[in-house]
C-alpha cells in the first residue's frame, strides 16, 4: 500500500504500531491516535490496521458492538 500522509507512509506506521504492540502486547484503537491527529493521521492508522489483521500479525478484538476495540500482538 503507497498510501502517504505528508510524514508517514502506511509500512511505517505498521513498523511503529508493532514495536508499541511489543511493549505492551496489547492496546486500545483510540490509543493510537494522538489529540492534535489529522484525518491523513487516522485514515493512514487505519489502513495500517487493515494490513495487519489482513497479514495476520494482530489480533482484533471487541467483546461488545459498542465496546472498545483492543488490538493484541500475535
Known amino acids: 500500500v503507497d498510501f502517504t500522509d505528508d510524514h508517514i507512509s502506511v509500512k511505517d506506521r505498521i ?5 508499541i ?3 505492551r502486547g496489547s492496546i486500545t ?3 493510537l491516535f ?3 491527529s489529522n484525518r491523513g493521521m487516522i ?3 487505519f489502513l495500517a490496521m487493515l494490513e495487519m489483521a489482513k497479514s495476520a500479525l494482530v489480533r ?3 467483546n461488545t ?3 472498545s476495540i ?3 500482538c500475535i
Do not use: C, H, W
Request: hydrophobic content about 50%; aromatic content about 12%.
Open 15 to 19: 513498523a511503529e504500531i508493532m514495536e
Open 21 to 23: 504492540l511489543k511493549k
Open 29 to 31: 484503537f483510540l490509543e
Open 34 to 36: 494522538f489529540p492534535d
Open 43 to 45: 485514515v493512514i492508522t
Open 60 to 62: 482484533v478484538v471487541q
Open 65 to 67: 458492538s459498542t465496546g
Open 70 to 72: 483492543r488490538i493484541f
